[in-house]
């Protein structure tokens, strides 16, 4: 098994291009589960992932413009659409089942 050595950026910038052999080596490669990494189901890794495997139906929906900026903002800053944002917000607030209450 080849050992790890820790590199700076730098040092990784300027490492030679890989060799076809290499190459070829990469694409062949199996996943090998250990007891630090153990092969995981489609359903567990659902949890990692939810927005890309779960179905979407697309809405039109009336929100505030404060609400549009808001996650705009954070799309800017994150590089995620705000579409998705809004997404992941919604999927948080499901699955810490969170309510909304009227005074």
Known sequence: ???VSKMTLDELK?????TEEE?????NAKPTPSEDCPAMTPEELK????????????VTINL???ILDYFKGLASETGISYQNLIN???I???SEKKRVYFS
């Open 47 to 58: 949890q990692f992932k939810p927005w890309y495997l779960k179905e979407k139906k697309p």
């Open 92 to 94: 948080q607030c499901v």
């Open 23 to 27: 190459k070829q080596t990469i694409r």
């Open 88 to 90: 992941l917000y919604l």
């Open 14 to 18: 300027n490492l030679p291009p890989l």
């Open 1 to 3: 098994m080849a050992s």
């Open 64 to 66: 505030d413009t404060r």
